[in-house]
């Protein structure tokens, strides 16, 4: 246990570091260009200030907003401190598998675990639910939380399925558990309505979001592998 | 007990025990990935706002 929680720790930590310096140079920058078309949007009287799409639920529009960070150094710490939470957590949830394995990790094998990791919990869910800027239009929050939850347990399980399943069937099994949430299809606002940000920011976004994932995970992987094997 | 049944039976052991503790692992660590990216309270959304998008969490 105590294995688990030092590789962890240091895991999340450095990937937490690595993620806030690519965060802040490539894809910070993009979060606030696109507020600027949010509030943009927002002074016209139609549709409503700050109200993210038509079939966003209620009480999450930004003109009724409490206590938030102050712009600059404020706002990047407390994403700093948010990149900690997301990075021990998913370190966590990384060594909970290596020790479910039962099988010998070190810094290569993490990458590989990283890798899964990648493909769990960023481009699965990416592929139903884009990377979206502020004042992207979307279907109501609920849903697409509880679509991107299930679809990174399914592509988690289909992928230990497909490499650790002895048999045949059970691969196959795998995949079918990581295709089905796409074949159910994410909630997705209806077609032609367009949000505040242009469409090329959107998709610079979209590609810079998906490829600082990939550092995070690769550098989180590759460091939890390399602790866990010194510490033992 | 023959040996190949104490080896079974330490083998077993061992498994519910990683099964423990990879389960105490893993909810810790969702817990941490949902309150970051997942929870709703306005205050915890306005904090970790930058982060959400960033992560590709849906947001709003």
């Known amino acids: 246990m105590r294995r688990a929680l030092i590789s962890a720790l240091v895991g999340g930590f450095v990937a937490c570091l690595a993620i806030t310096a690519t ?72 060594v909970a598998a290596y020790t479910l394995s039962g099988r010998e990790v070190d810094g290569r094998q993490g990458l590989l675990w990283g890798a899964a990791g990648f493909l769990t919990f960023a481009l699965a869910p990416s592929l139903g639910l884009p990377p979206e800027l502020p004042g992207s239009v979307a279907a109501a929050l609920l849903p697409r939380q509880a679509w991107w939850l299930a679809s990174a347990l399914a592509t988690g399980t289909g992928l230990a399925l497909i490499v650790f399943g002895r048999h045949v069937a059970l691969k196959l099994l795998g995949v079918a558990a990581i295709v089905l949430p796409h074949v159910v299809g994410a909630p997705h606002p209806p077609m032609g309505e367009a949000g505040a940000a242009p469409p090329e920011l959107a998709a610079r976004f979209a590609v810079m979001s998906l490829a600082t994932a990939a550092v995070f995970w690769a550098v989180l992987g590759w460091v939890s592998g390399a602790v866990w094997r010194r510490v033992s | 007990m023959s040996r190949i049944a104490a080896t079974a039976a330490a083998g077993l052991t061992d498994l519910s025990g990683r099964l423990g503790r990879a389960a105490i692992l893993a909810l810790v660590g969702v817990l941490l990935v949902f309150i970051t990216g997942f929870a709703h309270p306005e205050l915890v959304h306005n ?14």
């Open chain 1, 23 to 94: 965060q802040q140079a490539v894809v910070v920058p993009l979060i606030l260009k696109a507020e600027t078309f949010e509030e943009a949007k927002g002074d016209t009287p139609k549709p409503a200030a700050h109200d993210h799409g038509a079939a966003a639920g209620p009480g999450h529009r930004h003109d009724e907003e409490g206590w938030k960070p102050a712009e600059g150094l404020e706002r990047a710490a407390f994403t700093a401190l948010a990149n900690l939470g997301v990075g021990i957590g998913f370190a966590l949830i990384l």
């Open chain 2, 47 to 60: 904090a970790t706002h930058d982060a959400r998008h960033a992560f590709a969490f849906p947001c709003h």
